[in-house]
């Protein structure tokens, strides 16, 4: 069982920057961490995620402008978000796992708007 919390999420102006944090109450090695978000009316997807062995992956979307660090040390990950757009508007979700065994944090808000 991994429990996951995210912070700081908040109010940030078009073409700003914020980091989210995720933070894990175990071991996160071995897991594959990701980072989702669910707009209003829309579906959960994928924003990035980073493999146990380091290996990224982005959505196209996001691609450029977002980076997403772990520290296994620490049992965290991070979401640094740069360029932000009203479109990156949405509750972003951290998520622990692989295949059939995962787990979701409670989720954090990000509004883009000036």
């Known amino acids: 069982q991994v429990q996951l919390v995210e912070s700081g999420g908040g109010l940030v102006q078009p073409g700003g920057s914020l980091r989210l944090s995720c933070a894990a109450s175990?071991?996160?090695?071995?897991?594959?961490m990701g980072w989702y978000r669910q707009a209003p009316g829309k579906q959960r997807e994928l924003v990035a995620d980073i493999t146990p062995s380091g290996r990224r992956n982005y959505a196209d979307s996001v691609k450029g402008r977002f980076t997403v660090p772990r520290d296994n040390a620490k049992n965290a990950v991070d979401l640094e978000m740069n360029d932000l757009k009203p479109e990156d508007t949405a509750v972003y979700y951290c998520k622990a796992g692989s295949g059939f065994i995962f787990w979701w944090g409670p989720g954090t808000q990000v509004t883009v708007s000036s």
């Open positions: 175990g071991s996160i090695s071995i897991w594959t």
